[in-house]
T-cell receptor, first 115, second 109 residues
Framework: ETGVTQTPRHLVMGMTNKKSLKCEQH?????MYWYKQSAKKPLELMFV???????ENNSVPSRFSPECPNSSHLFLHLHTLQPEDSALYLC??????????????FGEGSRLTVL | TQLLEQSPQFLSIQEGENLTVYCNSS?????LQWYRQEPGEGPVLLVT?????EVKKLKRLTFQFGDARKDSSLHITAAQPGDTGLYLC?????????FGAGTTVTVRA
């Protein structure tokens, strides 16, 4: 138990579906992140929220839409995805420190399959 | 985007052997972190190194940060099956981490 909970753990969707991934952190952190993990590739940073404000959008296609209603919750809304978007989506939180992001606490991930 | 290259990509060894995993970059980082990820779970932090030349030990794991703060290594002594997992290095810059692709380590009993 890392203090970061992701739901659902597994999701299968068609290319025309709309779905959302949810992340909740119980650690009192001030930053939350979405990462994409594909086989044999580095974790790709998608979005960063710092005190609920989006501070990074790493050239992510608009079919991925993040939402951070408060410092404890983070959503990733999915719409008209492509098969190449199939991956493990990891949410993380951290307490930002003067010298950097500090330790990232990850959830267990949401395994997404796009048919 | 700051690129971190990890080598080797895969490593399979017998229990009791030693192993070293490398993380290299052309960029300088304020700090570097090592994570281990097991199947079905998210990565978990092992260590953070901050100072160039720093060496940290965590039981049988030894982490070293290069003098120029661009590279790092992880050495495991007398590996055990419980050390099996994906080892990820990550360089810190401001408020974000850039990750390498990882080294998959398998320790056979």
């Amino acid at each position: 138990e890392t203090g970061v909970t992701q739901t659902p753990r597994h999701l299968v969707m068609g290319m025309t579906n709309k779905k959302s991934l949810k992340c909740e952190q119980h650690l009192g952190h001030n930053a939350m992140y979405w990462y994409k993990q594909s086989a044999k590739k580095p974790l790709e940073l998608m979005f960063v929220y710092n005190f609920k404000e989006q501070t990074e959008n790493n050239s992510v296609p608009s079919r991925f839409s993040p939402e951070c209603p408060n410092s404890s919750h983070l959503f990733l809304h999915l719409h008209t995805l492509q098969p190449e978007d199939s991956a493990l989506y990891l949410c993380a939180s951290s307490q930002l420190a003067p010298r950097g992001p500090g330790e990232l606490f990850f959830g267990e991930g949401s395994r997404l399959t796009v048919l | 985007t700051q690129l971190l290259e990890q080598s080797p990509q895969f490593l399979s060894i017998q229990e009791g052997e030693n192993l070293t995993v490398y993380c290299n970059s052309s960029s300088v980082f304020s700090s570097l972190q090592w994570y281990r990820q097991e199947p079905g779970e998210g990565p978990v932090l092992l260590v953070t190194v901050v100072t160039g030349g720093e060496v940290k030990k965590l039981k049988r794991l030894t982490f070293q940060f290069g003098d120029a703060r661009k590279d790092s290594s992880l050495h495991i002594t007398a590996a055990q099956p419980g050390d099996t997992g994906l080892y990820l290095c990550a360089g810190a810059d401001d408020y974000k981490l850039s990750f390498g692709a990882g080294t998959t380590v398998t320790v056979r009993a």
